[in-house]
């Protein structure tokens, strides 16, 4: 297996938001002894995290969607920005900046892809929304795929 | 008749806020006003909650220095408690306390400051961002980095999360440090050193190229305030009030830190939602004063780490006066980098840092409790007073960045006043304007997500409202 890093970005105290956590969270269960992947979490993409991408061959990105329909999957192929490309400050850095930072700082494009999945509710408020958590396994299968493709 | 320039909003800084310029009919600066757009209410909110929450919930007031809340609130916890803190939870309090310095401190100098350092004052505002830094100078972009994540790595070590650990408790810390855990921490040390001792030779060769901004960026006498030990040297987790004035005179001294309202009085205008701590003594608006790395480093005698002595010899200079350009705010973050570094290593290397013994334990044996600290930004103040049940009842926090809003706005004028030709507006002006805030490195809320709206609106308006000129990126 390449050297993989599974980056999970979300607000646990936001209902929904914190999906991608919550996913995470069952991965590292499920890849408990897999010494080839790396796993951590934030609130939103940070400069430090280039660093962590730098190191590896293949990222994962997994992320809540307030765009998708509730409980719809999708998963694409991420490539770094170029520079004029906005999103690219502390503020505001998507995936796309984050790998063109990468790709600055530290000479290293690894692969990576966007799981993503479409929340139901982004309330205040701690764990995942019945209809969210019912659909959480599949995330996580289809996450598993990836990893296990790798 | 005055015409108007709004910033909004200021850019590279933690949190929302604009600036309002007022100028003149000839196009001259005449006013200038900072204000915090955002409420938080923290205060408020705490009131009816058990006290022995106050330290998780109050380091959701910051997502940048977490840790000095957790620490002021623990501490004013710990008075609640009245308890006597074991001897290793304070010194691993402390580490914990000095790699949030080392972190904030980083974010600030390489992520927000050095667009303006690297690329200029007046360079493409589009590319004066990280990005920017990357492309200029790539080993520079991963030296902010690498130095912001050794200070998180530590606080994760120690705390188990970077963000908004739990780990600093009333009454200690809730587990003691491994040996393997230290072991962890003090490798990291040597490269933080290196990457600084690099960096501060480098950042002193690109003053002369900044001279015009360190004349005006709040370049002005004030009070410093700040924490000392009984030696006057450096003090970031107890210590005692000193209030220098600007020609070096001490005029407040061994001030216990739970006697601030005896020196400090905050006052409230209807334009902001941030208040004005000013000195007592001298009333409001004349008793301002500033706090942070360039208060600090003008108050102390010295660090007591031979690296950054060295360096605080060299931002004083042969005089040994306060330095009251508050563009030297960068200068003084990167020697108490150095002296954060330093310092880690000594408290780790005390044999009883790994001891057992990092927490006592008791009921409520107080109903006011006053925790004071140096976060990054400056002092911080926790006052919390509690009922029989140990539910607070009232709470005050004076932030590090609220003490410096008199400073800010005083430095926002004098700034706008020397930069802004409001006859022909440019783009570069009013980064100036907003570099005085920067340089101050203000912590306006916790910084969680933006919306991703880093667009700049400037408009210049008449007294009738008519748009006369306007600039957008």
């Known amino acids: 297996m390449k050297k993989c890093l599974v980056l999970a ?37 940070l400069p430090e995290h280039a660093a ?13 969607s ?42 290293k494009s690894p692969e990576a892809v966007c799981l993503a999945m479409g929340g139901h509710d982004f309330a205040i408020g701690k764990g995942l929304s019945p209809e969210t958590t019912a659909n959480l396994e599949e995330m996580v299968a289809v996450a598993t795929r990836i990893l296990n493709a790798q | 008749m005055y015409q108007e320039i709004v910033i909004d909003p200021i850019t590279r800084i933690e949190g929302h806020s604009k600036i309002t310029l007022q100028l003149d009919e000839q196009g001259v600066v005449q006013n200038a006003m900072f204000h915090v757009t955002q409420f938080r209410g923290f205060e408020k909110f705490s009131e009816g909650r058990p006290f022995y929450e106050m330290p998780s919930l109050m380091a959701r007031t910051c997502g940048i ?27 691993l309090r402390q580490v914990m306390n000095l790699a949030q310095i080392l972190q904030s401190h980083a974010l600030n100098f390489f992520y927000l400051s050095a667009p303006d350092f690297l690329l200029g004052m007046d360079s493409d505002p589009v590319k004066r961002n990280l990005i920017g830094v990357a492309q200029n100078d790539p080993k520079f972009a991963r030296d902010g980095i690498r130095l912001r994540q050794i200070g998180q790595m530590v606080i994760e070590i120690m705390g188990g999360k970077r963000i908004h650990p739990t780990w600093i408790v009333p009454g200690g810390v809730n587990s003691p440090l491994t040996e393997e855990k230290r072991e962890k921490i ?52 107890d210590g005692f009030f000193r209030v220098v004035d600007s020609a070096g005179n001490i005029i407040v001294d061994k001030l216990p830190s739970h006697e601030y309202t005896r020196i400090i009085d905050e006052a409230v205008e209807p334009w902001t939602f941030m208040k ?45 006066k306060p330095v009251l350009s508050s563009y030297h705010y960068h200068w003084a973050r990167l020697i108490e980098m150095i002296y954060c570094i330093e310092r880690m290593q000594q408290l780790l290397n005390d044999s009883n840092i790994t001891s057992k013994h990092v927490r006592a334990f008791a009921s409520p044996n107080s109903y006011e409790g006053i925790g004071v600290t140096e976060a990054p930004r400056g002092t911080l103040i926790h006052h919390y007073k509690i009922d029989e049940q140990g539910v607070v009842t009232w709470a005050n926090l004076i932030i590090a960045t609220g003490h410096n809003n008199l400073a800010m706005n005083r430095g926002i004028l004098q700034a ?20 005085v805030i920067r340089a101050f490195d203000p912590c306006l809320s916790c910084s969680t997500h933006a919306d991703g709206r880093m667009q700049l609106a400037i408009e210049l308006r008449s007294h009738e409202g008519e748009l006369l000129s306007e600039l957008r990126r």
């Not at chain 2, 490269?191 to 690109?206: G, H, K, N």
């Not at chain 2, 004030?222 to 970031?236: M, Q």
């Open chain 1, 9 to 45: 970005y979300g607000n646990p105290l936001r209902t929904d938001d914190g999906l991608a956590v919550a996913a995470l969270e069952r991965l590292q269960k499920r890849f408990d002894g897999e010494t080839a992947i790396e796993f951590h979490s934030a609130m939103q993409p």
């Open chain 1, 52 to 64: 962590l991408c730098s190191e590896q061959q293949f990222v994962l990105f997994l992320d809540a």
């Open chain 1, 66 to 107: 307030a765009s998708l329909q509730p409980g719809n999957i999708s998963s694409h192929r991420i490539v770094p920005a170029n520079d004029s490309q906005p999103n690219q400050n502390t503020h505001s850095l998507d995936f796309q900046g984050l790998l063109n930072l990468t790709h600055r700082v530290y000479e």
């Open chain 2, 65 to 91: 220095c977490p840790v000095s809340h957790l620490l002021a609130s623990a501490k004013a916890c710990d008075k609640l408690l009245a308890v006597q803190i074991p001897q290793t939870a304070i010194k």
């Open chain 2, 186 to 237: 003090l490798q990291m040390m040597p490269e933080a050193l290196d990457i600084l001792q690099r960096v501060l030779p480098w950042y002193r060769s690109t003053l002369k190229n900044f001279q015009r901004e360190t004349e005006t960026f709040a370049n002005f006498p004030t009070l410093f305030i700040g924490l000392v030990d009984k030696n006057g040297n450096f003090e970031h987790y």
């Open chain 2, 276 to 320: 004005f701590p000013f000195f007592k003594p001298m009333g409001y608006p004349h008793g301002i004063y500033r706090v942070g790395p360039l208060a600090r480093l003008n108050v102390i005698q010295g660090f007591g780490t031979p690296i950054a002595d060295h360096e605080l010899l060299e931002f004083r200079g042969p005089e040994h």
């Open chain 2, 416 to 435: 706008a006043k020397n930069f802004v030709d409001g006859t022909k507006l440019q783009e570069g002006m009013l980064n100036r304007v907003e570099a």
